[in-house]
DNA sequence: TAAATTCTTGCATTATTCTGCACATTTTTT
DNA sequence: AAAAAATGTGCAGAATAATGCAAGAATTTA
């Protein structure tokens, strides 16, 4: 097994099991512990991995540890995280709730990553929060319990005096005909609104949303940049999408 | 279970749970008392834990870490919300932010109060989002990270707006000379404004924060109408508080 | 005040890591 | 193509870290 791809593995096992053992590396991979120990040297000095007396964990289960901050995460909601996390540059983001996904993007963000966020949801806001160097802005407004947002007329007209470079739009359901859609009303305006205060529009799902519908339209196909999700960007679910002429990632 | 993953896991049961035992975490994590006891020390010595005869605490209940004691830390807290809580009738009223008693109040409420609770602080927010009938409304603008909750101009302009019938006020310092002060100039610029938007002003403390100054004026004492602990309302450290005419409760 | 629990400390044991070195493999230079 | 340099790997022994145990001290509870 070569180098790059064991440290490949390593990461892979990380992202999957959120801590590694060398002793079990080792047999794993077929090397001796030092071996192990020097990928994850390596890999640590690169910031890509915790190294601890007896393995590695996660940068995502240090970051719990440090900030004392749980989010229980799925798999593919990782996926879709690190994905995001990679798109995103300095600037001016507005973010819409969208359960865990939104918050697991905390965690993967760089840890030096200057940018403001903007958002109504109370537990991005905490998440981001942890955050050491960016900056969180919460738009006031009456509290949907449900949503765990603020939601109203006046949350909507403080996004509208918003410009953004990015929205990242967590969304309930998407397909071909009807765009993206919700199932409650007052959420719905106050994703509008984000969607039109920003620049550029990345939809962030599981893939289970996907080719799903639901009452109420936020918004076409045409008014989103990227869709995120955790299958492979060319996945036979996602064809559809990119002739649509959505970025897939 | 590598010994980073241990304490993560204690950082987080004192998040959900707010306090941890030495011999259920031994259990639990299957190593010694004395392994949990070093990891306690390590995380104490840290600042990420406060640690206690029997276990550890949340920091967030750093009013009684002299005291050392799992039980009296948590009825005192429990003491003080109920006595809140009997206190609140339906009306607007607003929450200042105020570490775990103001939360624990949201959990002494009647189920039936029909009452608007309206607070910058995240955590707050969050805790009385859960009762079933109160209405919860969020003040916009940029979080404090060490406060969580939301600070500036903004946010202070918004509270000048409303007419509420209470403010609870959570503090960090009383005395009688100097009135409530407090570390953070921002959160005093929100809570004076909380105040003044108030027709009448709870004043919750722990009795450790009683008789204590920190360099920012939030008001004087003529501002408070009631003054609530978890000292029986006789208690000789109250009597100077009685003096100056505030309710003692 | 007595009994029970929990804490601290030092020590022994085990597990893990680090270091220097030898050897093989790959890459670069001549 | 041969020689030289750089890199990757494993091994052995020293150094360090982690853990459990035991006995006495301290604290809490009854």
Redesign the pocket.
């Known amino acids: 097994m070569?180098?790059k791809e064991?440290q490949a593995y390593i990461i892979h096992q990380l992202d999957v099991h959120n801590k590694v053992?060398?002793?079990n590396l080792s047999g794993v991979m077929?090397?001796?512990?030092?071996?192990v120990?020097?990928d994850l040297?390596e890999l640590s000095d690169e910031g890509k991995v915790i190294k601890?007396?007896?393995?590695a964990l996660s940068r995502s289960f240090n970051f719990l540890y440090e900030k004392g901050n749980v989010v229980y995460a799925q798999q593919g909601k990782k996926i879709i995280a690190g994905k995001v996390a990679g798109m995103i540059s300095p600037g001016m983001i507005v973010l819409t709730s969208g359960g865990t996904t939104i918050q697991e993007i905390a965690m993967a963000l760089p840890t030096d990553l200057h940018a403001t966020f903007i958002t109504g949801s109370l537990p991005a806001a905490l998440a981001y929060m942890q955050h050491p160097t960016v900056e969180v802005i919460v738009i006031g407004d009456r509290v949907s319990k449900h949503a765990k947002l603020t939601v109203g007329g006046d949350a909507v007209s403080r996004i509208g005096g918003i410009r953004a470079d990015l929205c990242i739009l967590g969304i309930n359901a998407i397909d071909r005909e009807h765009g993206v859609t919700d199932n409650d009303w007052e959420v719905v305006q106050v994703k509008k609104a984000m969607i039109k205060a920003a620049r550029k529009v990345i939809c962030v799902s599981i893939s289970e949303k996907i080719d799903s519908c639901q009452p109420f339209q936020i918004c076409g196909l045409q008014e989103i940049d990227t869709l995120v999700t955790e299958l492979d960007p060319l996945d036979d679910k996602l064809s559809g999408y990119r002739d649509e002429g959505l970025e897939i990632i």
Request: no cysteine.
């Open positions: 070569l180098k064991r053992l060398s002793s077929q090397v001796s512990e030092d071996t120990r020097r040297q601890v007396h007896g393995g």
